[in-house]
């Protein structure tokens, strides 16, 4: 009998350890399964800088792995709309416009669906995750990306009011985002651009305010609020410095030195975008500096010849455009 109760309090002490062991273990492999956001978002930023340095096809490569990574997460499917968006840009916009609101084009292209059905599930994912109280004030920052991105395609596309709505809703979004946490700094790329836009189409603004009581903006905290981000946003520092740049070479604005110095700044940072030097080429023809800006549309037209990617050869199609019209008499293509 003794030896029986030896025996059972062994067994049980062993079973003591081995519950404690297993408690101890089961957190770890939850947190190992468990997908850690602050590692997404690092790995979305490498996204960003692919998306920003003309890869855009690796950068959806970076947003999809994301997804699978994690897939109630609306951040992957953000970053591939946004990837998405770009491409319809390069398809569609005149690249370089001045006018950063102004490069529509009414035709849809061919990524305007896939664009559309990747936003909604990412607004969807990020409204899921906001009803479950979960990381609610990023979770708001990803549902006003949402809508910005929405806006964006409105806008390239010339249609104002659902431009003024995506955009109405958007602002909401990242002012509740920055009210829960004020360090959201990537909330101000939204906000920069609806102040800006708000403040400087007033005609429009004014028109579709009757409609929707859109809110009123701001030109200089637009801008201020670009800025901001330009200098501090963990994910969307990059494209806040291409609006700011874009916003200096309007005619409204005339700060032609600063557009160039952002443009050359982003041209330093994604060397293999040659969207950037055409856009200096075409400051230097507004600032009075034609030759150089011929010789730099003509480096863009020969460095993005034959090339098999969308933007260079978006890029060598404005290139050859703009080249052919000072010069109708040569052959570009």
């Known amino acids: 009998m003794r030896k029986f109760r030896v025996m059972t309090k062994t067994l049980l002490l062993a079973a003591c350890i081995l519950a404690g062991n297993l408690a101890i273990v089961r957190p770890a492999l939850a947190a190992t399964n468990r997908p850690n956001e602050e590692d997404d978002r690092h790995y979305a930023g490498r996204g960003v800088s692919m998306m920003m340095d003309g890869d855009l096809d690796g950068s959806i490569v970076v947003a999809q792995q994301i997804q699978r990574k994690d897939p109630d997460s609306p951040l ?65 920052l990803y549902e006003g990306f949402g809508y910005a991105l929405r806006a964006r395609l409105d806008g390239l596309h010339d249609r104002d009011l659902p431009t003024a709505r995506a955009g109405k809703k958007m602002r909401a979004l990242l002012l509740q985002a920055l009210e829960l946490d004020p360090t959201l700094t990537d909330a101000y790329l939204g906000l920069g651009i609806y102040n800006y836009f708000v403040d400087t189409l007033s005609s429009i603004v004014k028109f579709l305010s009757m409609f929707i009581g859109l809110p009123g903006g701001s030109r200089t905290e637009g801008l201020r609020q670009l800025r901001l981000c330009a200098e501090k946003g963990e994910l969307g520092g990059p494209e806040a410095k291409f609006y700011l740049a874009k ?18 700044e982003l041209q330093e940072e994604f060397p293999h975008n040659p969207l950037w030097p055409m856009l200096i080429g075409s400051l230097h023809f507004r600032t009075g500096n034609p ?43």
């Not at 990412?122 to 609610?136: G, L, N, P, S, T």
């Open 76 to 140: 992957g499917y953000v970053l591939e709309a946004n990837a998405t968006w770009w491409k319809i840009y390069y398809a569609s916009a005149n690249l370089i416009d001045p006018d950063v609101f102004d490069v529509a084009n009414m035709e849809a292209t061919p990524y305007d669906s896939h664009f559309e059905d990747l936003d909604r599930v990412a607004i969807h994912k990020a409204e899921a995750r906001v009803r479950a109280h979960e990381d609610v004030a990023r979770n708001l």
């Open 291 to 333: 030759t150089r800006g011929e010789e730099i549309y003509r480096e863009v037209y020969q460095t993005t010849a034959g090339k098999d990617s969308d933007v260079k050869r978006a890029v060598h199609k404005a290139a050859s455009e703009a080249l052919t019209r000072l010069h109708p008499e040569q052959k570009f293509q």
């Open 247 to 264: 916003d200096f070479s309007r005619k409204s604005e005339k700060q032609y030195d600063k557009s160039i110095h952002l443009f050359s």
